[in-house]
């Protein structure tokens, strides 16, 4: 009854104002009694009937503008919150779809490196300072990680390694914080040398290769793979590619500019290798 009044009560308080005139009218014929004096009253209560009738369609016509306006306004609230939905469905297809394709990439990588056993893990936090280069990930020794491990990319390139463990968690440095050395090979040329991090290209997101033989040949443009010495990163793994080729300020040596293959600042997922053979 309330949810009546309160959506009709425009029309009702109208209606009531007519039923009263109307009432009031029908005491003064029967007061009057005489045929004059209702047609006087017929004749003065006809102006009011048609004001009465106007004002009720007019207030009829809000009404139902105001009414409309609520149902609409209902609608693109529920529209709206549809919308949303679809949008959320369709960020999460998206991630499901990336998801599947790295599975995809990982499964081939995988299928060519049968004696490597893997386990990804999600990139939770990167450091804050200006001084490493490292990030946080979601697992730890009690998955079996330990310090020292490779970590990848699912394509094969490296990121870094594993810097310290802890019971669900690690950290991993990558290959151009200032602390990293990884022994490296020019694929093509065979020239060795030793990815070194450099702290004013690790900045520019960059490493060094350094301790390049005096005969070496490379090139910009070349890519450099990992060597295996020291049996900490498998060999063949893909480090980065040569940016520039320069000579030491001493003359002493060749060394050259890399740029690691593996984007360090857009990782949400990588890959530790957690033991690896000979292939």
């Not at 207030?59 to 939905?85: F, H, P, Q, S, W």
């Not at 330990?146 to 019971?167: L, N, Q, W, Y």
């Not at 950290?171 to 450099?198: E, K, M, P, R």
């Not at 443009?221 to 498998?234: E, L, M, N």
Request: contains cysteine.
């Amino acid at each position: 009854m309330r949810d009546f009044i309160r959506k009709n009560g425009i029309i009702v308080v109208a209606a009531a104002v007519l039923v009263a005139v109307i009432a009031i009218a029908s005491i003064l014929l029967g007061a009057n009694g005489s045929d004059a004096a209702g047609g006087a009253v017929g004749a003065l209560m006809k102006p009011a009937r048609g004001l009465m009738s106007s004002v009720v369609s007019r207030l009829e016509t809000v009404y139902g503008y105001m009414y409309r306006y609520d149902v609409l306004r209902t609608e693109n609230g529920e529209l709206k919150a549809r919308i949303a939905e679809l949008e959320r469905e369709y960020r999460e297809y998206e991630e499901m779809a990336a998801e599947n394709e790295r599975l995809k990439t990982l499964l081939g990588f995988a299928e060519e490196h049968e004696s490597y056993e893997m386990t990804q893990a999600a990139v939770l936090s990167h450091s804050a300072s200006t001084w490493q280069s490292a990030f946080t990930i979601g697992r730890g020794a009690s998955s079996g990680l330990h310090k020292g491990d490779c970590v990848i990319t699912e394509t094969g390139c490296v990121i870094g390694r594993i810097d310290s463990v802890a019971s669900t968690t690690a950290v991993v440095t990558t290959l151009i914080d200032t602390t990293s050395s990884i022994g490296a090979v020019v694929f093509g040329t065979g020239d060795t040398g030793v990815l070194c991090g450099d702290f004013e290209l690790m900045r520019e997101g960059r490493a060094r290769l350094s301790y390049l033989p005096d005969a070496c040949t490379l090139t910009p443009g070349d890519t450099v793979t990992t060597s295996g010495a020291g049996g900490v990163f498998p060999r063949g793994l893909v480090l980065g590619t040569v940016d520039s080729v320069e000579t030491s300020a001493s003359g002493t040596g060749d060394w050259a500019v890399v740029t690691p293959s593996a984007e360090l600042d857009n990782l949400g997922y990588v890959y530790i290798v957690t033991s690896f053979g000979e292939e």
